[in-house]
């Protein structure tokens, strides 16, 4: 059985940085493409960050050069590194193997 669980959301001021962690279970995500989408409220789940297999990167307009998504082969992990946070990037965040395979969500709140 394959889950996600996502983890390192919090509350922060804008300007600040935040850490998320996608944890897997039950597949080997480094065979697989890797996404992190949020939804902010009232609004449609959005995507944010994409890492291949091979290690293609590539991230939204509105986050381009401020969040990096990364990944522990060892641990099976895959993470979002959100620095310069704006209050507009309050959102639940997800990621996702595939589109296919979702976690619960973590709640990022920017604000001061």
């Known amino acids: 059985q394959v889950q996600l669980v996502e983890s390192g959301g919090g509350l922060v001021q804008p300007g600040g940085s935040l850490r998320l962690s996608c944890a897997a279970s039950g597949i080997i995500f480094s065979s697989h493409i890797m996404r992190w989408y949020r939804q902010a409220p009232g609004k449609q789940r959005e995507f944010v960050a994409v890492l291949s297999s091979r290690g293609f990167r590539n991230y939204a307009d509105s986050v381009q050069g401020r969040f990096t998504i990364s990944r522990d082969i060892a641990k099976n992990t895959v993470y979002l590194q959100m620095n310069s946070l704006k209050p507009e990037d309050t959102a639940v965040y997800y990621c996702?193997?595939?589109?296919?395979?979702w976690g619960q969500g973590t709640q990022v709140t920017v604000s001061s």
């Open positions: 996702s193997v595939n589109d296919y395979y």
